[in-house]
């Protein structure tokens, strides 16, 4: 979707398999062939992560000050360089425990 000359919105397909993945862009694809000419060379990379779930969060109160450690269990997570938690409007790194916890 257009929504100006520096910024577009692309819908990811459902069926892609988790991993690194290459995305192009083009201003003429007719939506019929597809040629590598029609779209960009810059090799920009997106990491897909298999889905993920939370299961229980280990403190239910805590300090107002902060600083407490939560665990946070669920199924599914990836040890990647972004990941993190957001408390509210917060966001706080987290670390990679195992793709359980």
């Not at 939506?31 to 403190?59: A, C, K, N, Y």
Request: with cysteine; glycine share 8%.
């Amino acid at each position: 979707t257009f929504l100006s000359s520096t910024h577009i919105w692309c819908q990811i397909p459902t069926d892609l398999p988790a991993g690194a993945i290459v995305v192009s862009v083009s201003n003429n694809y007719d939506g019929q062939s597809i040629r590598d000419t029609d779209f960009t060379r810059e090799e920009i990379l997106l990491e897909l992560l298999p889905s993920f779930s939370v299961d229980t969060v280990d403190m239910i109160l805590g300090p107002v000050e902060g600083g407490s450690e939560v665990l946070v269990t669920g199924d599914g997570f990836s040890d990647v360089n972004f990941l993190s938690c957001k408390f509210g409007t917060t966001v706080v790194a987290a670390t990679y425990i195992s793709s359980r916890d």
